[in-house]
């Protein structure tokens, strides 16, 4: 469901959409930060980071709301729930310059996504993590 509101995001060039592209392909430039092939300015960093989870951030809408207008058996707010501990967690990678350990995504770990909020923020509001939230991404997820 997450990667068809991708096909959406492109195929109606919405805003996120479109800043991704002209921004160069910041996944691919977070990926090369990670690998450490290359470095960031802490500026740029949160820059990237941003621009990821703005357009995460309104494809994890599109999710839900095809949930509800579908009828499909899901719990909306559960999936808000998992969709908000993904966007948090570029907020944590930021800070860690770790990737998920596998099978350790955010969205898998039931004490990560209870913690989360079951509506979406403000774009503003995933980029401070409370410590008991930073707890949880450090001892389940890194």
Known sequence: MHESCHVDQYLEECASWSAVENAGDPYLVLDLW???DIEMTPEQLK?????IQWHELDCEKRTVAKIKDW????????????ANSYIYFYTMMQSTRKWYRKGRGPYEIKMV???MPDKFLSLEEYLQVEPALISLYNKHVF
């Open 113 to 115: 996504t209870d913690a």
């Open 47 to 51: 820059k990237c980071v941003k621009l």
């Open 71 to 82: 009828g499909l058996p899901l719990d909306s707010k559960e999936c808000t729930q998992h």
């Open 34 to 36: 990670l690998d450490n």
